[in-house]
């Protein structure tokens, strides 16, 4: 090997590993979709340890009707706060619930997931992550364009002439 395929080599490398790097970022890190669907989001560990390995139809609506134990949906996207890896769970954030809930990491997923719509949802528009509000007059004023009228077009005249009888 010469040289230059060496040097060559390496920075291919290098370049490739950056580019992998780059699918680990904000939204790879803090962000996971759900992947089952069941009350498998608990206030506390304990909750969710007694849930999974003693579920029967009673204690899920014990545990329901107290609110410590919430439904997950698949696709439904989730803020990831923190891993324990060695309880193989994760405390994750659902836009519109205060409290943070615990999962097991198994149902969640790093890579988008389609909701029961067909839709991959999104930070922005879960409402996990706030977008700035646009005002809209200011693009109307500025571009000069008018709202649309809403009524009905008014029929309009026949084009075929009227024939009136010829007076004798």
């Not at 291919?12 to 680990?24: E, P, Y």
């Not at 803020?79 to 198994?106: C, K, N, P």
């Not at 879960?126 to 700035?132: D, F, I, K, N, Q």
């Amino acid at each position: 090997m010469n040289a230059k395929t060496v040097v060559f080599g390496v920075i291919v490398f290098g370049l490739a590993s950056a580019a992998l790097s780059i699918n680990d970022t904000k939204l790879g890190n803090e962000y996971r979709w759900i992947v089952v669907d069941g009350p498998y989001a608990c206030a506390s560990k304990e909750d969710l340890r007694q849930i999974t390995k003693h579920y029967t139809d009673e204690t899920e609506l014990q545990m329901v009707n107290e609110l410590r134990a919430y439904y997950l949906i698949a696709g439904t996207i989730v803020q990831l706060v923190r891993e324990d890896s060695s309880s193989g769970m994760s405390q994750i954030h659902f836009a519109g619930i205060t409290r943070d809930l615990w999962t097991y990491t198994r149902f969640l997923s790093k890579r988008p997931v389609t909701d029961p719509y067909g839709v991959i949802e999104t930070p922005e528009a879960s409402g996990l992550v706030s977008v700035p509000a646009t005002d809209t007059s200011d693009t109307r004023e500025r571009s000069g364009a008018t709202p649309a009228p809403y009524a009905s077009p008014q029929p309009t005249v026949s084009p075929v002439p009227r024939t009136t009888p010829a007076k004798p």
